[in-house]
T-cell receptor
Framework: EPEVTQTPSHQVTQMGQEVILRCVPI?????FYWYRQILGQKVEFLVS????????KSEIFDDQFSVERPDGSNFTLKIRSTKLEDSAMYFC?????????????FGPGTRLTVL | QKEVEQNSGPLSVPEGAIASLNCTYS??????FFWYRQYSGKSPELIMS????GDKEDGRFTAQLNKASQYVSLLIRDSQPSDSATYLC??????????FGTGTRLKVLA
């Protein structure tokens, strides 16, 4: 069964450094998402992406964040100048269609630890 | 601020009982509703989606939607210890944005 993959599974970085989190969505999916989940808190929407552009973003997704689909398979989240409060689990998801008309499939997540 | 509200629990039920999980949402325009299960340290896993008022059944799970009351529920029949997890309610805001509740922790006692 096809699945969303994410690398690395755990990333440790120093405050102020840039990190890139990588995701490979399911191959025939068209819509891509990033979420974060701070330990013990709820899953928070960051951004949705379709046709090589951002469709929607949350208040969390400020200038520190960017997303890219650099090739036909990868979907990346870049965090510039990481802060302590960026420590969280970051989930990538993909869906064949948008807006809940179809299911989002989540990847296993990348745990980001900012020291 | 669009919100999805859930009781954090824990909700404890004996094995074999029915577990009832509830969720309310604030955006009357929400069109799509989902229940996810999340085990500790793992990613959310879809259980059910529901788009129209009424009930939708899938095996031991039944989702119920009442848009007038802005209320979604999930019933789990014949609860098993393996059902012990956090259950997340999610709704769409517009077309491309999903909002999750904080989740209800379910404990099924053997």
């Amino acid at each position: 069964e096809p699945e969303v993959t994410q690398t690395p599974s755990h990333q440790v970085t120093q405050m102020g450094q840039e990190v890139i989190l990588r995701c490979v969505p399911i191959s025939n999916h068209l819509y891509f998402y990033w979420y974060r989940q701070i330990l013990g808190q709820k899953v928070e929407f960051l951004v949705s992406f379709y046709n090589n552009e951002i469709s929607e973003k949350s208040e969390i997704f400020d200038d520190q964040f960017s997303v890219e689909r650099p090739d036909g398979s990868n979907f990346t989240l870049k965090i510039r100048s990481t802060k302590l409060e960026d420590s969280a689990m970051y989930f990538c998801a993909s869906s064949p269609t948008s807006g809940g008309a179809d299911t989002q499939y989540f990847g296993p997540g990348t745990r980001l630890t900012v020291l | 601020q669009k919100e999805v509200e859930q009781n954090s629990g824990p909700l404890s039920v004996p094995e074999g009982a029915i577990a009832s999980l509830n969720c309310t949402y604030s955006d009357r325009g929400s069109q799509s509703f989902f229940w996810y299960r999340q085990y500790s340290g793992k990613s959310p896993e879809l259980i059910m989606s529901i788009y129209s008022n009424g009930d939708k059944e899938d095996g031991r799970f039944t989702a119920q939607l009442n848009k007038a009351s802005q209320y979604v529920s999930l019933l789990i029949r014949d609860s098993q210890p393996s059902d012990s997890a956090t259950y997340l309610c999610a709704v769409t805001i517009g077309t491309y944005k999903y909002i999750f509740g904080t989740g209800t922790r379910l404990k099924v006692l053997a």
